[in-house]
């Protein structure tokens, strides 16, 4: 088994920028340095996925790392760089053509659940592996579906939406979004047939990982990542949710309690 880093200069050019034009949005728009936090981190994800020994293992030895690659590029890193945004620098991002329709609740949950499942049915995914031009198609459908689908969930951009989800209601989008990761990852959990033939033949790092092995851990390794992240961000919803409803009372009580003792001192 040989891991290498790998050097893709288009991987870096997109990183840079990327950094490039956030520097410029925040710098335009006022944005708290503190954002620039989330972003950055969002960046490296982005980076460890494509630009480590990750990247190697994915494309010539285990299945398993391949799904932990693309759940870090569809569900981690997008949820992080849109962390990175304020609800103007939003705003300017969605003079772009299309992309307030497109990051509206019901468009972001399809074009999801297309590029979920879609780049998973075999003959693409086998596609992808055998034909480089073709993984890098792959790995930015990930990244803008997933950007897509947390866009309506993080308050600076989900502000923009003609259709704002309330905190139910993203609980509950939330878990609509789960269901495209289901119909992938159970059916790799639980059959005992390769759906991928190129694992079947790559080399074993383990004898014991048999390609079965490999798969069933892929899917765990993909419901897992997929679980992490929208529990995270739906117990971050409740909280805010519960906290605001408290609030609202207990200003209730004030407001009562201020009028009770206007009325006395008439």
């Known amino acids: 088994m040989t ?21 410029w949005l925040a710098r335009s728009t006022n944005a708290p340095r503190r954002r620039a936090v989330y972003f950055g981190i969002g960046l490296v994800v982005v980076w460890m996925a494509l630009e480590t020994p990750l990247d190697s293992l994915a494309d010539d030895y285990l299945q398993s790392a391949h799904m932990a690659q693309h759940m870090l590029l569809m569900t981690v890193a997008p949820a992080l760089l849109l962390l990175g945004l304020t609800a103007p620098m939003a705003a300017v991002l969605l003079r772009i053509p299309l992309l307030r329709s497109l990051t ?25 592996l055998s034909n480089p031009s073709i ?88 419901m897992l990542m997929a679980m992490v992240a929208t529990g995270v961000e739906a117990v971050i919803v409740i909280c805010r949710w519960l906290g605001e409803a408290v609030r609202a009372d207990l200003e209730g009580q004030e407001a009562g309690g201020e009028g009770g003792r206007q009325a006395i001192g008439r």
């Open 3 to 23: 891991l290498v880093w790998p050097w893709d200069p288009t991987v870096l050019f997109g990183l840079a920028a990327l950094s490039v034009g956030y520097a």
């Open 104 to 128: 509206e609740p019901v468009p972001a949950q399809l074009a999801y659940a297309t590029v979920m499942i879609g780049w998973h049915i075999p003959g693409l995914y086998s596609l992808a």
């Open 135 to 222: 993984h890098v198609v792959e790995h930015l459908a990930f990244l803008a579906a997933g950007t897509l689908f947390w866009w309506p969930v993080i308050r600076a951009t989900g502000v923009h939406s003609r259709w704002h989800l309330t905190e139910p209601a993203v609980v509950l989008y939330l878990l609509v979004g789960m269901l495209p990761m289901m119909a992938v990852s159970l059916p790799l959990q639980f059959s005992r047939q390769v759906f991928y033939p190129f694992y079947a033949g790559a080399p074993r790092i383990l004898p014991s990982i048999t390609p079965v092995l490999d798969q069933t851990i892929a899917g765990a390794v993909m």
